[in-house]
């Protein structure tokens, strides 16, 4: 059964802190992607990366970062978290070369007080 | 940009009915065209998948419609059943992005 898996489901943080969100997935997938979603605003993407070491900026990458040193794992970094990055974060890979069907991980609730 | 826009209402059901979400987008045409389903605090699951080149795909009690004419999908849950209440999103992708709307909230009324 594949999987993406997220570090955290829950997260508090404070405004300020340094905060790494990890995922994981099993599946060998090239492609990972980090996403935020915001109720009446859907699904935004942050970062992608399409290899090792690689990233692309997504739609709304300020204020956030990311680090892909092995294939299986991807990880977002809030460097000066704030509260209007409180969100739903959710990543998702896909194989190279297909742009259908993405695997979701369970998401993590992030809350910046 | 592209905008793709999903009924902004929640869309509530009586148990057996067939639900219908709508889907449209603007500009140019994707290549392909996804729903999924989300369930509260969850990540969003992948339920079909439809083609530019295709009007129609069915999967059990799924049935999906694509008209690039119109810039619409159509995505159908025949015989509805309160399991069915979700969140649905529709996603378009061009080459190696996707785009998703923002959702329709279903509740299947038993």
């Known amino acids: 059964d594949v999987k993406v898996t997220q570090s955290s489901r829950y997260l508090v943080k404070r405004t300020g802190e340094k905060v790494f969100l990890e995922c994981v997935q099993d599946?060998?997938?090239?492609?990972m992607f980090w996403y935020r979603q915001d109720p009446g605003l859907g699904l935004r993407l942050i970062y992608f990366?399409?290899?090792?070491?690689?990233?692309e900026k997504g739609d709304i990458p300020e204020g956030y970062s990311v680090s892909r040193e092995k294939k299986e794992r991807f990880s977002l970094i809030l460097e000066s978290a704030s509260t209007n990055q409180t969100s739903m974060y959710l990543c998702?890979?896909?194989?190279?070369?297909?742009?259908?069907?993405?695997?979701f991980g369970p998401g993590t609730r992030l809350t910046v007080l | 940009s592209q905008k793709i826009e999903q009924n902004s209402e929640a869309l509530n059901i009586q148990e057996g009915k067939t639900a219908t979400l709508t889907c449209n987008y603007t500009?140019?045409?994707?290549?392909?065209l996804q729903w999924y389903r989300q369930d509260p605090g969850r990540g969003p699951v992948f339920l079909l998948l439809?083609?530019?080149?295709?009007k129609e795909k069915r999967k059990e009690r799924l049935k999906v419609t694509f008209d690039t004419t119109l810039k619409q999908s159509l995505f159908h849950i025949t015989a509805s059943q309160p399991a069915d209440s979700a969140t649905y999103l529709c996603?378009?992708?061009?080459?190696?992005?996707?785009?998703f709307g923002t959702g329709t909230s279903l509740t299947v009324i038993p």
């Open positions: 599946m060998d997938h090239e492609n």
């Open positions: 500009n140019y045409s994707p290549a392909y």
């Open positions: 996603a378009l992708t061009y080459g190696n992005q996707f785009y």
């Open positions: 439809i083609r530019e080149n295709e």
């Open positions: 990366s399409y290899d090792v070491k690689m990233k």
């Open positions: 998702a890979s896909i194989p190279q070369g297909s742009y259908n069907e993405q695997f």
